[in-house]
């Protein structure tokens, strides 16, 4: 999907809140309420706007351990399996197709150390996993996904 200028400023407008009303964009872009909307409407559709959801505090939610584990396999004959494990696996919050060491990289958030070894051993049993390496988030900065759109 192509964008252009207008539709640059409304995802910058909804990155710095995503609640916005299209009412309190079209104030802020000296445009419609119709106009917005429709364009909001297409950046849905056009896959643009990925989706609008609440970014929560894991530990608030008693998710005490949050991790990357790059995943390393022997060949990448079951990779589809792979992604399938790790989309039906809720401990995971986003997966990375990588180049370098690992085929993969998981963000997950999990209670504590022993579920997050008990996820461990679950991964290390997908099809060609060899081998994971965990990295504990110790603490998190950026808490939104807030791209550099120009």
Partial sequence: MKIDS????????????????????AKELNLTV?????????????????????????????????????????SSNNFKKVIE?????????????????????????TENSKTLEELLRKIQSWPNVTRTETQVILSKYNIRQKLPIK
């Fill in 6 to 25: 207008i539709d640059r400023q409304i995802l910058i407008s909804l990155q710095q809140n995503g609640r916005k009303t299209a009412s309190e964009i």
């Fill in 85 to 109: 494990n790790a989309k039906k696996t809720p401990e995971i919050i986003q997966c990375f197709s990588t180049t370098g060491m690992g085929s993969l990289m998981l963000w997950i958030a």
């Fill in 34 to 74: 119709p106009t917005i909307t429709e364009r909001i409407r297409k950046l849905q559709e056009g896959s643009v706007i990925q989706a609008f959801q609440a970014v929560i505090d894991s530990r608030s939610v008693g998710l005490d351990v949050t991790a990357i584990i790059t995943v390393i396999s022997s």
